[in-house]
């Protein structure tokens, strides 16, 4: 078997809305004997958009028109049908996923083509994101060392570290180029943060001034400053705590990076300082990223130039691998199918114990509140370590108690798990549950951070189901 499907990827973030497509190819890798894999074995960018701006109708509303309008054109710059594409995503991201109408412009774009993975991606998940598509998490594997990915955009700043290929630490700070911005020579509109910041430190910013250069630069040499501190680089001031987004946490201590990629649309003035016109974007963005290219602090660390700078978050949109979870499988009645489900996983270090894997799960579960709620979510992990009977019972223990906002809630439950124990999990689950809350455990496949999975309705008298994981697809 061997297939060529179509796949877009739609990126509306703070400043910029950016469209790719892609040509992926897949095939059946399984033998003629064994359930179907079927996997990517190519992938080919073939159209990249323009960089549009962000339209927007007011400061908390964007215009769902007009990005419906710059789809259609791109779709025609293609010479692609709408009809042509098989998958894709969708993703809204900084400061664009708080507008009011944002899971409406989701909905209506998802409805355009394709089976379309469709998020509203929180800060810490973003940070994620747009490591993975600079390739961050595959530099800090091959040079065996902390690497940090700022993805420094127009409202914030994502933060990620990955240590030897592994996520140590997401954080996010509302630092960004559009944070200030210019017109005709005088300054239009600067965040009450970054007002803040520059008047704690003697400069008065406002909107309405003239927009002097030398004194911007200054602004944006604090702004470099706090992403120093943000990476221990120098100690914390007394303005820091206060830029994490959203009330956010710094990065943990063991996340110390030693080298440092940029991405996001602030990146390009980084590994490249343009010429002329710093306001050339309307923003400080060419101003900030000058500060960061030339703030000490931030020079100590070894730099890396990334797979992707501005089109990092998304440069390309998932794939279907079509694989089935069956005869071990545990399923509540009357919950599937389900649909573009996000995936946390657990890695194989932190499940070696009980312990350590709740940690990771109530570690990782505020990615998955975009607004402070839980949505539902998919948390998945190896499960080999667990065999015998009394090691499920423990699991079962760490995760009803690692996943305790799901279980309150009003979604499923919902494991999936590449060891054959989803029947037995599920059942020392429901068990532990008393009964009380719908569990769905799935095994026999393989997901990664990113990752999102559709549970089709059970077939074959119900003892299997169909199952899609869909992936993200970055540039390397």
């Known amino acids: 078997m061997h297939e060529e499907i179509c796949s877009v990827g739609v990126d509306i973030g703070t400043s910029t809305t950016q469209l790719i497509f892609s040509r992926l190819t ?32 007011s400061g908390t509303e964007i215009d769902a028109e007009a990005v419906k309008q710059i789809v259609r054109k791109e779709y025609a710059a293609a ?24 899971n409406e412009v989701l909905e209506a774009l998802a409805s355009l083509a394709g089976d379309f993975v469709v998020a509203t991606a929180g800060p810490d998940l973003e940070s994620v994101l747009s490591a993975r598509g600079a390739g961050a ?57 970054i007002e803040a910041l520059a008047r704690a ?28 501190q943000a990476l221990s680089r120098r100690p914390p001031d007394g303005q820091h705590a206060g830029l994490y987004t959203n009330g956010g946490k710094p990065l943990p201590e063991t996340a110390r990076a030693q080298a440092v990629t940029y991405s996001g649309g602030v990146a390009d003035c ?26 000490a602090a931030l020079g100590g660390l070894r730099l890396f130039r990334p797979a992707e700078t501005i089109r990092a978050t998304v440069v390309g949109a998932g794939t279907h691998t079509t694989e ?25 270090e932190d499940e070696a114990a009980p312990e350590t894997l709740r940690d990771a799960i109530r570690r990782q579960m505020p990615m998955y509140q975009p607004e402070g709620r839980i949505e539902q979510v ?20 760490a995760v009803t108690d690692g996943a305790a906002e799901i279980i309150t809630g009003g979604y499923p439950l919902i494991l999936v798990v590449e060891a054959d124990i989803g029947k037995v999990l599920g059942n020392a689950l429901n068990v532990r549950l008393d009964f009380r809350k719908d569990v769905i455990c799935i095994d026999g496949i393989r997901t990664q951070d990113g990752d999102y999975v559709d549970i089709g309705a ?7 189901v169909p199952v899609v994981v869909k992936t993200l697809i970055f540039n390397s």
């Open 79 to 102: 010479g692609i049908r709408p009809a042509d594409v098989r998958t894709g995503a969708v993703i809204i991201t900084g400061e664009t996923a708080r507008k009011q109408n944002a």
């Open 458 to 464: 059970p077939v074959a008298d119900g003892h299997v």
């Open 378 to 397: 998919a948390i998945a992990f190896s499960g080999r370590p667990y065999t015998s009977f009394a090691a499920i019972q423990k699991l079962a223990a």
């Open 137 to 193: 998490d595959r530099l800090s594997e091959e040079a065996r060392t902390a690497v940090a990915n700022l993805d420094v955009g127009g409202g914030t700043t994502n933060i990620a570290v990955f240590d030897k290929g592994k996520l140590a630490g997401v954080c996010c700070l509302d630092i960004g180029g559009r944070l200030i911005r210019v017109e005709q020579g005088r300054i239009a509109y600067v965040y009450h943060k």
């Open 270 to 295: 980084i590994y490249t300082p343009p010429e002329g016109d710093v306001f050339r974007y309307g923003d400080v963005g060419v101003l900030l990223g000058q500060a960061i290219r030339e703030n």
């Open 26 to 57: 897949i095939e059946n890798r399984a033998s003629s004997y064994t359930a179907p894999r079927i996997q990517i074995v190519k992938k080919e960018v073939v159209h990249r958009s323009g960089i549009y701006f962000t339209p927007l109708r």
């Open 201 to 228: 430190h003697g400069i008065a910013l406002r909107a309405g001034a003239a927009a002097d250069v030398e004194m911007l630069r200054r602004v944006c040499g604090l702004m470099a400053d706090q992403l120093a």
């Open 324 to 348: 089935v979870s069956g005869s071990t499988i545990h399923y509540a009645q009357g919950r599937l199918p389900v649909k573009n489900v996000p995936v946390l996983r657990v890695s194989e």
